[in-house]
């Protein structure tokens, strides 16, 4: 057998490799406990489900948007391997629906007669821009909170994907006894505190859905769930994939540790 030092480093480094496959990352509490859900991508072997992902961008741009930026993500990243699988025509397409800033035109001037500024159709190169020129205004839309940027969300809420469906699921319970909901606040109890100023973001069919699929409140949530999941970890599928091919090398170094060991030590006994 593996001398016992060798042997635990090997089942330590197999231990952390299986890990770093499934194990969330997450930093916030919330508030009631929330249900696990089967995901596509849970698990050592998951994947994204390209339709799901497609579903979703649909629903953060229709929806989402209209509060919450993106701006970790390109629009090329969509049409990268492991994600929504968008084609580079189709990706092109999609930036050219947005508006972003334009660069100085050649006087210099950043704003046209009227003091707009100037824009131009965003490229697959450019970053989902955000509706809101800075944080004040922002505040300001939105009853003086800063609705936070979604590219980390998963990562950044404990329950991560779990949570995010949760909570977007969660309004229209009963407000406890005891709890005071003052004008622009709105009773969520997975949400910290049960009180945010997000009204309800989603509703039977607010979108429509090329493929033909029910544009139900939870089937909307799942599938803008899925795509923030992947906002935030774009290279799972690589990862895993990496972590799989570490594990299956493990495998084969300890057997031939162990030939090794037999050769080496043969008759020393």
Not at 181 to 190: D, L
Not at 210 to 221: L, R, V
Request: charged share 20%; hydrophobic share 40%.
């Amino acid at each position: 057998m593996l001398k016992l030092p060798m042997r635990n480093a090997l089942l330590a480094f197999g231990i952390a490799a299986l890990g770093a496959l499934s194990a969330p990352a997450s930093a916030a509490e919330h508030g009631a406990a929330v249900e696990s859900r089967d995901w596509s991508f849970n698990g050592p072997f998951g994947t994204y489900d390209r339709a799901e992902l497609q579903r979703g961008y649909q629903v953060y741009k229709e929806v989402c948007s209209a509060c919450h930026s993106l701006n970790r993500i390109a629009f090329r990243n969509l049409s990268d391997a492991g994600g929504p699988g968008f084609t580079e025509l189709e990706v092109r397409a999609l930036a050219a629906s947005y508006q972003i800033p334009a660069e100085p035109n050649e006087r210099g001037e950043t704003t046209d007669a009227e003091g707009r500024p100037l824009m131009r159709e965003a490229l697959p190169s450019d970053y989902f821009p955000s509706r809101f020129p800075n944080d004040n205004a922002a505040r300001a839309s939105n009853n003086g909170a800063l609705p936070p940027d979604l590219s980390l969300i998963t990562k950044a809420r404990d329950g991560g994907s779990d949570y995010i469906y949760a909570l977007l699921t969660g309004y229209g319970h009963e407000v406890p006894a005891g709890v005071t909901v003052n004008p622009g606040q709105y009773y969520n109890p997975y949400f910290l505190g049960g009180l945010l100023a997000m009204p309800q973001p989603l509703f039977a069919n607010q979108v429509t859905y090329a493929d033909g699929t029910e544009a139900s409140i939870e089937q909307m949530a799942h599938d803008v769930t899925a795509f923030l999941t992947w906002t935030a970890e774009p290279k799972m599928e690589e990862r895993k994939s990496l972590g799989f091919a570490v594990i299956l090398f493990l495998i084969a170094f300890s057997g031939l540790c162990f030939l090794s060991y037999r050769k080496l030590w043969h008759g020393e006994h």
